[in-house]
């Protein structure tokens, strides 16, 4: 991988100096550099802030965030979980009941940022950005990790709500970085950052990532290239340039974090563990253009030992029911023995090499705006392993690791559709559709309804959503919609270990009304 981690490097310097050089040529210093676009005018009274929506800006900084929360509805659920920032619309492979529940950030994630331009000669800038989701229903910081190990060890049918992400707690879980930007030149920007596929996620999708209403806004499958925790990569250089239509991206995360120790026998100890060197770089390009009312971009991803949390680690209470930490999903041969590390604020993680392509594009033909995309994920088990005490994101450790979870490669396909309709300037239609589906990975092919279902097997997830958004000011909206969603096959296997244990209830219908306040 050192000559691919080499070669993003360069890819990312070169194009900036080679930015340089054409700026300049265009730009003699004769001549000075084109002035930077305007920006929106700071609310200069109480009464400007709440009846436009100018920006909350001081000396170049500026304060932004959003307050978004509601009642919903869950017809196959969890008990709630304080951590939890996604609410439960989407189908959950541990939902059993029908129960209301406090929805939160149903159309945004609730939270604070302050951004900071400050210009040091023309056409140059510094900028800094800094940003936190907060849960509205509990205060607590945006959390899905300790949704894993507040459950850990007991009974699934005990757990309150448990999922996967990005954000687990940092305190600065959406976005910390700094760099400089040019008005000819573009932007360098350094720090924990958004995926080049999450930008286009959000810019792409019909609900724009709303997570009671959209499944590649809920389930980062689909943004983090393959797995959830990728939606946000620490240690990122990330440059961002556009010349009149076309715009171009480029990103690269430097190894960080802890690899643990590994061992490919089935029995062995702390003495007998191998350490292991974190090998977890990845890259992305991002090329698009826009014309009139149509846009497009087309975004590629490679992310090497990427980390996914299937479920908490099970413990004291449930030895009886090894589901997870001593079977391998596939061939259910035994790959770690006792526990080196303690299980207590601990995750099981499932490890493989990522290579997403991603084609999406809308047109706006007022009164209506279309959106439609496609990403085609490539998994396959990581070349480097990871072992037990490797860090995933938030820093927790694992202390279950699968890295020979996969017999053949896995295919992921995600595609989605939608439109917008304005009845007028303060009332918008969403209508959404979005469908994932895997292969059969399972060498030799196992499936079918008499012989059972493996996490391996071929499955498919559909869900379909509608809403409608008013906005009372530009600040204050209220909004109203419903989701429905559905697993099938492999997809519907709630525990991928063993001959599989499947989802309690395949699909989940869920209305949501709630309020947003946007700073």
């Known amino acids: 991988m050192r000559p691919v981690r080499w070669c993003a490097l360069a890819a990312l310097a070169s194009t900036f100096v080679l930015n340089h050089v054409a700026g300049a040529a265009d730009h003699p210093g004769a001549e000075p550099a084109p002035a930077a676009a305007p920006t929106p005018a700071a609310c200069a009274s109480v009464q400007d802030f709440f009846a436009t929506d100018c920006p909350l800006t001081w000396h170049g900084i500026t304060l932004y965030g959003a307050y978004d929360v509601g009642v919903g509805w869950v017809s196959h659920g969890l008990p709630e979980n304080g951590y939890n920032y996604e609410g439960e619309s989407l189908v959950n492979r541990n939902g059993n009941h029908a129960q209301f529940l406090i929805a939160p950030n149903n159309l945004s994630q609730t939270g604070l940022g302050v951004r900071v331009r400050e210009e040091f000669m023309q056409g140059w800038a510094v900028v800094l950005n800094a940003s936190t989701g907060i849960n509205p229903q509990s205060g607590q910081l945006a959390n899905l990790a300790a949704t894993n190990t507040s459950n850990a060890g007991l009974p699934r049918g005990s757990y309150s709500f448990a999922g996967d992400g990005a954000r687990a707690g940092q305190p600065f879980n959406d976005e910390f970085y700094g760099g400089i930007s040019s008005t000819p030149l573009g932007t360098l920007t350094f720090g924990r950052q958004r ?27 689909m943004a983090g290239g393959g797995d959830t925790q990728d939606t946000r990569w620490d240690e990122a250089m990330k440059y961002r340039v556009s010349h009149g239509p076309v715009h171009f991206g480029a990103m690269y995360k430097f190894v960080d974090g802890q690899g643990g120790c590994y061992s490919a026998s089935a029995t062995w100890s702390a003495a007998t563990c191998t350490a292991e060197t974190p090998h977890n770089s990845a890259y992305g390009f991002d090329l698009g253009a826009a014309y009139g009312g149509f846009s497009a971009d087309v975004v590629v991803q490679r992310i090497n030992q990427a980390i996914s949390v299937v479920n908490p680690l099970l413990g004291p209470e449930s030895r009886t029911a090894p589901y997870q930490s001593t079977l391998d999903s596939i061939n259910t041969n035994p790959i770690n023995g006792a526990n080196l590390i303690g299980t207590s604020n601990t995750e099981y993680g499932i490890v493989t090499d990522n290579t997403a392509v991603m084609v999406a594009a809308r047109y706006a033909w007022d009164p209506f705006k279309f959106f439609g995309g496609y990403e085609h994920i490539r998994q396959t088990n990581p070349a480097n392993p990871l072992g037990i005490g490797a860090t995933a994101q938030g820093g927790y450790l694992l202390s279950g690791v699968e890295d020979n979870n996969l017999d053949s490669p896995k295919i992921v396909q995600v595609l989605w559709t939608g439109v917008k309709y304005a009845i007028d300037s303060k009332t918008v239609i969403t209508l959404s559709y979005y469908h994932e589906m895997q292969n059969d990975f399972r060498v030799p092919s196992t499936c079918s309804p008499a012989a059972g279902f493996r996490s391996s097997c071929s499955g498919t997830l559909n869900e379909g959503s509608l809403y409608l958004d008013y906005h009372f000011t530009k600040r204050f909206d209220a909004y109203a919609g419903i989701a429905y969603s559905d697993v099938t096959g492999g997809l519907a296997i709630a525990i991928p270990h063993g001959p599989g244990v499947p989802y309690y209830y395949d699909s989940n219908i869920a209305p949501t009304v709630g309020v947003r306040f946007t700073l």
Not at 195 to 221: C, E, Q, R, V
């Open 195 to 221: 995926a080049l596929g999450t930008d286009a996620m959000l810019a792409y999708d019909p609900a724009g990532g709303a997570y009671s209403f959209s499944f590649i806004g809920y389930n980062g499958l």
